[in-house]
């Protein structure tokens, strides 16, 4: 018999070995093996067995040297899931099976923890026992035992008074496996299914219906109760003894959804996400393989679990392009998802209250089954959205909020209730300028201006990590005077405090959270009522749920209005209805105040009016004309050089190469854009350049990109990588 292993390198090719007679029962596809290569032990996941070899009967094969773990990481689904992903985003096999299995697990010194565990030997005569011994030895039986560091705690005892016990056999200490639970010590309440309205109860039904197609987009407007939708989904799956999935599309959202989830199912609940520990996601990852956990929740990554018998998908807010991972292997979680509810029969729910122009157009072919709910589940009616000309009146001049804006917040502290106020740039301001002659303190590896962080007294690149102090002159013209220019987040947050010096405020960002659990306490305290205002990026532009905000102020909306990307005004639409749609989400009414210096903007008219229908007919209509997504595959492709020259240089040959490639396709199959430097031309030393492929199916673009391989530039100093489907072009 003959193992086809996907080595753990670098390497895009299965390696053939022979497998030992004493291995052949115990063999599967889907096993961590450790073998033989080239002058070392390697290990590598089965990916076939075949009856004999493809290589020359000269060459002598290797035997497998062990099995890891004979139970597979893999599941033949899986392995087919994997191979297509790593085939459509011509990406290495190897790449495709790191990203599918945490590091964590499959580390050689990753194990389960053990600790030591006291149980009480029942019906033991006592009367030998001192009194204390015997109190002991009674807690011992009431709790039905413990682990032994938190009995110790608990009784006020010692291991060497618990270790006597058990010498007189009175109880067993034994070493057990203990699980490294991420969800220790929070206190999740029990909660019952709600009673769901009629356009609820619709989608439910769409959901379920075993005769219809597996994909389904559910259109639900802010606080329409799609959460509920689906907990009442994953209930009748796990009736019918099938596991779920349910993706979200940052970390910061994850607290707040398996909280829910949790208090809906239980310890049937698994989390999985990059800030857990090693020892947190080997644990959760085993208890999903097991079978012990039933629903998994996470981000991007959490697409692969291993869940048995998996019948449903959930990918909430469907339309996040943080659902696409930037690094290889680059594969969007939402479209793995629905190739998995495929592979495996499991129905896949896109939900969002502004869905993607691809998962819209796939509805409107009949790809996907449409399921709306228009309205706010209970008493939550949608918030009023006003549009604030910041070049009128008081709020001319480069003010951080307008006089509206600051009123409404003043009306929100008098009442008692919530703020959210939503500003997409961390730090305290984009650029730090010499007041006399303009020069700008840059990042000397990036094309990028240096952000000010006040509260860290540097300058910080938002790109590469490098940070700088304070220059004490400016460089060019010896001046020591300088300016902020831009507002960031902690800008705004000292000119909100100056405003309201007596208002409790929380800022969420990236600087703020970078603790372990840092999402979790922050949304946690704003959730209790410990704040009156919260000013966040993104990260609070969607899925979160507070009752008690009934304003929410979007401080500059024309900031991803400006991006230089055919996306511009989707990402715009969706990112400031989105955090609009936290104001007014329960009984209280809500508010929305969107700043901006062009009020007449037809994306802004768009989120007044809350027609998202009618800005996407606008919307594809302009794509199909320029041949963009969703009417045709685009892919990025990328080179980077530390020289400046040769970047350019290969870039433009590729370009001729591509055209030569596309010239031999049907017309208008291919098109070819020449090679242009990237809008951040220079990122952590590295000089960047790109093509933009579009193309009637992306089968042609792996072909193109395979064909490249006759003029690959050489691998020192150059980097060359494709993006398919890509969706961000800066």
Known sequence: ?????????????????????????????????????????????????????????????????????????????????????????????????????????????????????????????????????????????????????????????????????????????????????????????????????????????????????????????????????????????????????????????????????????????????????????YDEWHRIRSGEARVVVGPRSAVWAPVANLGLIVVDEEHEPSYKQDEMPRYNARDVAVLRGVIEGAKVVLGSATPSLESWRNAEEGKYRLAQISVRAGAGTLPFVHLV??????????????????????????????????????????????????????????????????????????????????????????????????????????????CFPDASILRMDADSTSRRHSHDDLLSAFGRGEADILIGTQMIAKGLDFPNVTLVGVLNADASLSMPDFRASERSFQLIAQVAGRAGRAELPGEVFVQTHDPGNKVLSSVVGGGYEAFVKDELIERREAFFPPYCRLAVLKLKSKDMRLAGDWAKMYSKSLEKFASRLSPGEMLVSEAVPSVLEKADGWYRWQIVLRAVSASSIVKAWKWLSSVRPPASNLRASIDIDAVNLV
């Open 389 to 498: 000309n910041m070049d009128q009146g008081a709020s001319r001049g480069g003010a951080i909020f307008s006089q509206e804006l600051l009123e409404a917040i003043r009306i929100r502290l008098d009442r008692g209730e919530q703020t959210m106020l939503f500003l997409n740039r961390r730090g305290f301001s984009r650029q730090y300028a010499c007041a006399c002659c303009g020069y700008v303190a840059e990042c000397p590896g990036c094309s990028l201006a240096y952000v000010y962080h006040r509260a860290d007294r540097c300058l910080r690149c938002h790109v590469c990590g490098g940070w700088a102090e304070l220059p004490e002159k400016c460089p060019v013209c010896s001046n020591t005077a300088f300016s902020c220019q831009g507002i960031g987040t902690q800008r705004a947050e000292d000119a909100l405090k100056k």
């Open 1 to 281: 018999m003959i193992a086809r292993v996907a080595i753990d390198l670098a390497l895009d090719r299965l390696f053939d070995y022979e497998v030992p007679e004493a291995l052949e029962k115990k063999l599967a596809v889907g096993q961590l093996l450790s073998v033989p290569f080239a002058h070392r032990e390697a290990r590598g996941f089965v990916m076939a067995l075949a009856p004999s070899s493809s290589a020359p009967e000269k060459i002598k094969l290797k035997p497998v040297s062990s099995i890891v773990d004979e139970t597979p990481f893999f599941t033949p689904s899986l392995i087919e899931l994997v191979k297509k992903v790593s085939a459509y985003t011509a990406s290495p096999l190897e790449s495709v099976l790191k990203a599918a299995v945490p590091a964590a697990v499959i580390k050689k010194n990753a194990h389960a923890k053990t600790q030591s565990f006291v149980s009480a030997c029942l019906d033991a005569e006592t009367s030998v026992l001192t009194k204390r011994q015997k109190w002991l030895y009674e807690q011992l039986v009431r709790l039905d035992g413990g682990w032994l560091s938190s009995l110790c705690h608990e009784l006020a005892t010692t291991p060497a008074s618990l270790k006597t016990l058990a010498e007189k056999g009175f109880a067993v200490i034994e070493q057990k496996a203990k699980r490294r639970d991420p969800l220790a010590g929070r206190r999740i309440l029990p909660s019952r299914p709600l009673k769901l309205n009629g356009e609820q109860a619709k989608a439910l039904d769409t959901i379920l219906d075993k005769e219809k197609k597996n994909a389904v987009l559910l259109f639900g407007v802010t606080g329409s109760g799609k959460t509920e939708v689906y907990l009442q989904a994953i209930a009748s799956h796990l009736e019918a003894s099938r596991g779920a999935i349910v993706l979200v599309p940052e970390i910061s959202l994850t607290p707040q959804t398996v909280q829910r989830f949790a208090s809906r199912f239980g310890k049937c609940v698994a989390v999985l996400h990059s800030a857990l520990s090693d020892g947190e996601r």
